[in-house]
C-alpha cells in the first residue's frame, strides 16, 4: 500500500473530494438509512421529523424563499452613504435594526 497499492485499487468518487474507509464510510451509511427512513412509509418516523425533511426538500419552495430575500437585499442596498438611512430605517420596519437594539433582560 506505500508504493500506490491502495490508490490503485480505490478511485476517488467524481462527487466526493477524497476515499476513506473509516468513519467517511460509516457516514455514508448512516446516511443512506435515514435518508431511506424520511423518505419511505415507515411508521418509526415521528411526524415533525418527516415533516421537517419534506420541507427542506421543497426546493421550489427554497428558490422562492430565496428570490424573495435577493429581492429585501436589493430594497436595502447602499451603493453609497446617502442610501444608509433608507436602507436602515426599511430593516427596522422589519423588525430587524441594524446599528444599535435596545433590550431588557432580567438580571
Known amino acids: 500500500y506505500s508504493c500506490g497499492g491502495w490508490e490503485s485499487r480505490h478511485s476517488i468518487p467524481d462527487d466526493k473530494p477524497g476515499v476513506?474507509?473509516?468513519?467517511?464510510a460509516l457516514q455514508e451509511q448512516h446516511d443512506n438509512v435515514l435518508l431511506q427512513l424520511l423518505?419511505?412509509?415507515s411508521a418509526s418516523v415521528?411526524?415533525?421529523a418527516?415533516?421537517?425533511?419534506?420541507t427542506c426538500m421543497d426546493t421550489r419552495a427554497v428558490e422562492n424563499q430565496a428570490q424573495a430575500f435577493k429581492t429585501?437585499?436589493?430594497s436595502v442596498a447602499c451603493?453609497?452613504?446617502?442610501?444608509?438611512?433608507?436602507a436602515l430605517g426599511a430593516l427596522a420596519k422589519l423588525?430587524?435594526?441594524?446599528l444599535f437594539s435596545v433590550?431588557?433582560?432580567p438580571s
Open 50 to 54: 418527516r415533516d421537517f425533511f419534506e
Open 39 to 41: 423518505q419511505g412509509d
Open 46 to 48: 415521528k411526524p415533525f
Open 20 to 24: 476513506s474507509r473509516g468513519f467517511g
Open 72 to 74: 429585501l437585499l436589493d
Open 95 to 98: 423588525g430587524r435594526p441594524s
Open 79 to 86: 451603493t453609497d452613504r446617502s442610501h444608509m438611512p433608507g
Open 103 to 105: 433590550s431588557a433582560t
